[in-house]
């Protein structure tokens, strides 16, 4: 582990020196400020944080970071990790990362600069190689989507599996013209859910037409677009995947919007309301609840046996939680 120390005697300088370079203080001459910020950069050295938080006798925290704290999936993580941090008297700092990979390292490293023993995060952008730095003093746990160019603890759910069965359930009902709904395909999850949705058609014999399958913006006004050229086409889709709740919560008004109520719904993840809705929505329930209680636990395993556990990447399962939704009149094949 890379020391203030180590930084000092690399750039020439004393430790006091290197500590005013870091908190950006005065009294520190511009040549001697680039030679410390050189050699910070070259041994990869981060502030040791945690070691200050407890010196001041504050209480250890850890973070996490998701795309958005609003979306339904990821609200139940946070509330299931707070539940495992609270019972064991540590704090949780919570930081939204938004959907642009470019805005994600800055976000993360500024939560990792709080007093954080701990990082359960949801990468946005497709390396997050920026972070092995950091590995040797802060757990971490990836959700959702695995971390790219990084070996990392990762709890995600069997997209694939649930993406099969969802379209294998609207099959069943009798549906063959199922369209898929899903947002930027650079996240692997979305590739996912398409590879699984490709694979039940295939398996049941059925077209799978290219015509019925939009990645895009999943903004009400995309989603409305959307559905309007599925309408529009000679042969409409009766039933619709869609690949993520914040689709649905767009898909459903849209369909309502449109006043076209007889095309079946399945929702990769389920959401607040989708029971009581008319009809019930059908989902693929992800248990982010149970994602969230597993992801902690690994972090608390790894923070107090940092160098005991191989790295892991753990696929939990889904389930078809079955409603009316899907059961709409279905053209015979």
């Known amino acids: 582990m890379v020391t203030m120390r180590d930084v000092a005697l690399h750039a020439g300088v004393s430790t006091k020196t290197v500590s005013r370079v870091l908190r950006n203080e005065g009294y520190v001459r511009d040549q001697v400020r680039e030679r410390v910020q050189a050699s910070v950069k070259e041994l990869q050295y981060v502030p040791n944080s945690l070691a200050v938080s407890f010196r001041a006798g504050r209480e250890a925290a850890i973070g996490v970071a998701?795309?958005?704290?609003?979306?339904?999936?990821?609200?139940?993580?946070?509330?299931a990790v707070e539940a495992e941090a609270k019972a064991r008297?540590?704090?949780?700092?919570?930081?939204?990362?938004?959907?642009?990979?470019?805005?994600?390292?800055?976000?993360?490293?500024?939560?990792?600069?709080?007093?954080?023993?701990?990082?359960?995060?949801?990468?946005?952008?497709?390396?997050?190689?920026?972070?092995?730095?950091?590995?040797?003093?802060?757990?971490?746990?990836?959700?959702?989507?695995?971390?790219?160019?990084?070996?990392?603890?990762?709890?995600?759910?069997?997209?694939?599996?649930?993406?099969?069965?969802?379209?294998?359930?609207?099959?069943?009902?009798?549906?063959?013209?199922?369209?898929?709904?899903?947002?930027?395909?650079?996240?692997?999850?979305?590739?996912?859910?398409?590879?699984?949705?490709?694979?039940?058609?295939?398996?049941?014999?059925?077209?799978?037409?290219?015509?019925?399958?939009?990645?895009g913006a999943t903004d009400p006004q995309a989603v409305d677009s959307a559905l309007q050229a599925l309408r529009s086409l000679p042969d409409p889709p009766t039933a619709i995947f869609s690949s993520n709740a914040r689709c649905t919560l767009d898909v459903v008004p849209a369909l309502r919007r449109l006043y076209w109520q007889d095309v079946g719904l399945v929702s990769f993840g389920d959401f607040p309301m989708a029971e009581s809705l008319t009809p019930p929505v059908t989902v693929i329930d992800q248990d982010p609840a149970g994602v969230g209680r597993f992801a902690a636990e690994r972090l608390f395993a790894r923070i107090e046996s940092p160098d005991r556990r191989m790295r892991r990447r753990t696929v939990l399962p889904v389930s078809l939680v079955v409603r009316d939704s899907g059961m709409t009149h279905a053209r015979p094949a």
Request: net charge negative; hydrophobic share 45%; with cysteine.
């Open 66 to 79: 998701v795309p958005d704290v609003a979306d339904p999936f990821f609200a139940q993580i946070i509330r």
């Open 89 to 215: 008297h540590i704090g949780v700092i919570v930081s939204s990362l938004g959907n642009e990979a470019a805005h994600e390292q800055e976000a993360v490293e500024n939560l990792l600069k709080r007093q954080i023993v701990g990082l359960i995060t949801c990468p946005v952008g497709p390396d997050q190689s920026y972070l092995r730095p950091w590995q040797s003093r802060t757990a971490m746990v990836f959700i959702d989507r695995t971390p790219g160019r990084l070996v990392a603890d990762s709890v995600i759910e069997d997209d694939r599996g649930g993406g099969e069965v969802a379209t294998a359930h609207l099959l069943e009902l009798g549906h063959r013209r199922i369209a898929f709904i899903g947002d930027d395909y650079r996240f692997r999850t979305t590739a996912l859910r398409l590879e699984g949705y490709r694979a039940a058609l295939s398996s049941a014999g059925a077209l799978a037409d290219e015509a019925l399958v939009y990645l």
